[in-house]
Structures are given as C-alpha cells and as structure tokens.
C-alpha cells in the first residue's frame, strides 16, 4: 500500500512538471528549480504512511496541498528565487518498528545503526524492509541534507484536535509541537491458578497493572497540559482460570514544556515503583523513544500568520499534542505548521474528515505565504 501511494504521488509530481526522485530511506521529492542555480530549497510536504483503520487526511493532506502550490508556481517558473520541493515523507507514524519520523531522520543523518537493526513484528530488520522497499540502508548518507541548503520547512496537516472546529475557524499555526516520550512498562508478579490462591497471597501483575494506569491518569487529570495515554496491553499467561504473571504495557507522555513532562515522568517512577513494591511485583520500566518539544520557528509563524490575515481569517496559534516531522527539519532549517480544521478533532480513525473549502484556505494561504517569501528572501 505504502508503494502504491508513493507511486500515485509520483505521477502526480511528474504530471505537475516536477523533477521527481526518491532518496536511500524511501522519501520521495518534486523539485521545481529556481530562476537562477546556486540557491536555497524551501521544502513543504508531509508524509504518507499511515496508522491501523485510520483517515486520509493525516499526512497526505499536507503532501497534496504542498504539490498543488508548486503546481500553481510552476508557471512562475523565471520568477522564483528560491528552488521548491515537496517532499512525501515514507515513514513518520513508526506503526512497523518502534520508531518515529524514520522518513524525516534521514534527512538529518540520524538514521543509527541501532535503528537498521530494529526488528518488527516477523522479525524483519528495519535494513532489510528499507531494501525491500527500494532504498539502500548503506546509502543514507546521501539522503542527510546541507542545513546551508535550505531556506525552510513548512507542513500543512490536519489538526487532530477540535479547538479549530469549536471556534469556527478554518485554519491555524503551530506555535510549538509537544515532547513526547514512549515507555515500555512490565509488572511481573506469580502466575497460578485462578480457584487454589488466596486473594491475600496473590501477586496479580493485571490488577497492579491496572493500579497504575489509574495512576497514570490521575497525575495527567492533575497536570495541566499533560496528556498520557496506556494504549497497548498484553497480559500472560492470558487464561481465564489463571492469575495473570506478568503484563507488558505501553505508556505515551506528551507536553509542551520538556521540563513538566521530566518532572510526570520522575513522579510517575516514583508511584509505580511504591504500587509495585507493594504488591510484590517486579517492576521493568524502559524507555523507547524520546523527542523533545520544539518552539516552532519564529520569523515563519509570522510569515504565516500575516497570509492568514490576508486571506481575511484570525490567527489562531495552537500547540500539537502529536508529533510531526516538523520536529526532524527543525535541526535542518526554520520549520513551522499550518493545521486544517477536522470534523469532531477527529484523527487516526476512518471518520477522519476536511471540508474541501477548508482545504481551499489552507492552500491560499500557503501561496501567499511564498509569494511573500519570494520577496524577501533574495
């Protein structure tokens, strides 16, 4: 599916009169040059991979509105000063290995050994699905970007949110993209049989499980800001007559400030470890991922918001509780975010859904901001 949808796009960029390429990783570009060589690239995109059951609009919504801009300044082709390309990042959600912004890490050159080495669910290496998909692990190299290069990034996306919806307002910009931090929980405690143990002499690792989850919810209600969410669970033996021994459980911390999100997570280690003590469970608390919260590039929100204001709307600044690959170009370039109204904030789901005059004013206000961008930055 991922090959048939960058496949799609491909045609489309080739069809809107674009120099069309993938890089090592997978990342697939449109670039239109610019009126004169030697000068910078101003990247906008997103990407296409997808979650489980989910929409249409996450992720390709910003890679077609970015396409459907370029296609527009293609007429303008003597008159650009700066080179475009859209970019259709090739993974970002990290569905198939325990890893987000894959796509956009290659452009940083922070794609490790360590990662090619992930295994997903079959056992296959993060290298080997790369080959299979087309790239070359031993080539990425070539896919990290010269910061000196790039003019910026800008992504349009879906909200994933209701606060747009609630106000009544079409679109949005990021002022800043939330931290988050991935943990792998297990409670090991003593498998037995369901109808032989004491309840007083059990070590039930689900119901010290499930202490914890409420725990975790308790301190997020009480956090203004922090979202957490316990969206895996696995229990073993996992029989009905059997206490449960163990359960493994994933635990998702968001906020937009990196030091509030420390200090939930020093407190939550802090209440796990007492629930666990207390209940004679073995506590195993790994971290998987880490990103830090990322202010989003100052000068460019400005940029944008004057074009909104232009296209006769308020601004709105909003914060993302999601990440974005807006969070890997920021180490490249200055980065920044435009958010799409979505019907009832809702995302990763089927029902996933824009309007398509809302889509109209995102890009309206993508083209005014590079046709103010093509007067200032030569």
Known sequence: ALRAARDAVAGWMTAAGLAVRTDALGNLY???EAAQPGTKTMLLGSHIDSVRDAGRYDGPLGVLTALAAVEGLATARGQLPFAVEVVAFADEEGLRFPTVYLGSRALTGMVSAGLLALRDAGGITLAEAIRDFGGDPAAL???????AELLGYVEVHIEQGPVLEREGLPIGVVSAIAGQSRFAISLSGVAGHAGTIPMALRHDALCAAAEVILAIEELARATPGLVATVGQLHVEPGASNVVPGQVTFSLDLRHALDTTRHDAIATLEARVSGIAAARGIELDWRLGTENAALSCDSATLSQLARAIMAARFP????????????????RLCPAAMLFVRCAGGISHNPAESVTTADVAVALDVLDRYLAELATTSV
């Open 141 to 147: 190299a070539a896919a990290q970007r010269d910061p």
């Open 30 to 32: 449109g670039r239109l």
């Open 315 to 330: 601004v709105r600044e909003l914060v993302s509780g999601a990440g974005h690959d807006a969070v890997m170009l920021s």
